[in-house]
């Protein structure tokens, strides 16, 4: 982590002119370096200690930044410069700066692009927004069928030092097609006159171009790869994707989900920069549909009326029961949820799935019944009645919370639709109408009102 205090005594050193001392106290790792950077309260000064970074890794301690700040850098900076650090990124960071920017103002970025970048950045960019296209680059080594290990080690040390990765090599054959792979550990330990086609790997792990990036993801954590190639649908090698550029996807996946879980709608920022109105409105969509969904509660509670005015101690465990139904329900909506993500589960596991979890939610349902008329026999004088309404409740809500929320995910994958939808508190509030339903439906006939 980066040391506060040095944030300090650079914006210190600035005010003292003591320009030779900042650059001998950088911090050695770009990561670090940027990090310093976007520290610095001041555009000047961010500006100024980005210009005493070394031109080596200049254009790493820019890819490091996010991208606010690399936009402000690049408005700060002059035009011969920005052509440079543009012209210097890999292809899959800087796809992702013109994703992030105004239109008008990727566009003047990329007029400043070599020919050979501009066609680069072009065709990336022309790939859907969540394939796993956006994420490739074109720095791979690639090798032919027929080379022999000398040659390629010598192509290899020709062109490596542009590449993103020279550990694993890509052989294709005369029509350009990927055939095999092959490690650089196997061609420095084969002789020198092997042909690559006799040890590369066949079998390769690829994915189509226009896959989406979360299926690609998965595709990583599956087989554990470093380095992932993209082919078009006639198998021709397009471009790689590193571990580094999924573990992001991962991420933003990962938040996404988390806040569709929590009833919110996607915030692309992060919190602290996230615009006041913008976190107001992502936030109070949802509850808006939850207050008017839960509304039905209201309406089911007023057709009992008759029922609360016999027992008026039936309402004492209304929340309760509802909270023991929305728990349950979130229990197995979270567990299909992860399952479905993950590939454990598919849609066709559906009717296995709804099985076990009646069967789940029976069994804890039954515990819950004893739990549940125990604790009123306790509260209200041994009414037996009550208690086992209470009790036979909380048991039958408990296994159709299990089983509606392990259900409803599924249905929406079927439908092409993001099972993270059916969030926390939108399965509560279904369980909630449907719970407080069963609950005076089996006083009705217990109670004999």
């Given at each position: 982590m980066l040391n506060p205090e040095i944030v300090n005594n650079i914006e210190q050193l600035i005010k003292e002119k003591k320009y030779s001392v900042i650059k001998n106290i950088l911090p050695l790792h770009p990561e670090d370096i940027s990090e310093l950077i976007c520290e610095l309260d001041s555009p000047?000064?961010?500006?100024?200690?980005?210009?005493?970074?070394p031109y080596d890794k200049a254009v790493e301690v820019f890819e490091c930044m996010p991208t606010e700040e690399e936009e402000e850098m690049l408005n700060s900076l002059s035009s011969q410069e920005i052509k440079d650090i543009l012209n210097e990124m890999s292809p899959d960071d800087r796809t992702g700066l013109f994703e992030e920017i105004p239109a008008e103002l990727a566009q003047k970025f990329i007029n400043l692009l070599s020919t050979k970048e501009r066609e680069i950045a072009l065709e990336i960019l022309n790939y859907p927004p969540d394939s796993v296209g956006r994420l490739i680059t074109p720095?791979?080594?690639?090798?032919?069928?027929?080379?022999?290990?000398?040659?390629?080690?010598?192509?290899?040390?020709?062109?490596?030092?542009e590449k993103e990765t020279i550990y694993h090599c890509y052989v294709s054959d005369t029509e350009k097609k990927l055939i095999g792979i092959v490690s650089l550990r196997k061609l420095v330990l084969a002789s020198f006159q092997t042909k690559v086609v006799d040890i590369m790997y066949k079998e390769v792990i690829k994915v189509n171009v226009f896959s989406d990036k979360e299926e690609a993801a998965n595709v990583f954590k599956r087989y554990d790869l470093i380095v992932l190639p993209v082919v078009d649908s006639n198998d021709k090698l397009l471009g790689i994707v590193t571990f580094d550029d999924l573990v992001d996807v991962l991420e933003d996946e990962a938040t996404e989900d988390f806040e569709k879980i929590a009833a919110v709608l996607p915030v692309e920022k992060p919190y602290m920069e996230a615009n006041f109105f913008e976190l107001l409105w992502k936030r109070s969509f949802w509850l808006i549909v939850l207050v008017v969904l839960e509304s039905a509660s209201s309406l089911v509670m007023k057709k009992y009326g008759v029922v609360i005015e016999h027992w008026i101690a039936l309402t004492f465990f209304l929340p309760i029961l509802i909270a023991t139904g929305g728990n349950a329900g979130?229990?197995?909506a979270m567990m299909v949820i992860r399952g479905l993500n993950t590939g454990e589960i598919t849609v066709k596991d559906f009717l296995k799935i709804v099985i076990r979890e009646s069967f789940l939610g029976l069994s804890i349902g039954f515990v819950?019944?004893?739990?549940?008329?125990?604790r009123v026999m306790i509260q209200e004088n041994n009414q037996w009645l009550l208690s086992l309404s209470v009790g036979v409740s909380m048991g039958v809500t408990v296994m159709m919370a299990a089983v509606i929320g392990a259900a409803l995910p599924i249905i929406f994958?079927?439908?092409k639709l993001d099972p993270a939808l059916m969030s926390g508190p939108l399965i509560t509030t279904i369980v909630d109408v449907v719970g407080i339903f069963i609950y005076f439906e089996i006083?009705?006939?217990?109670?004999?009102i």
């Open positions: 000047p000064h961010k500006l100024f200690v980005f210009r005493l970074v720095d791979f080594v690639k090798l032919y069928q027929n080379m022999t290990v000398e040659a390629a080690l010598t192509h290899i040390r020709k062109v490596g030092i979130m229990q197995s819950l019944a004893i739990v549940g008329l125990i994958k079927k439908f006083a009705l006939f217990i109670l004999g």
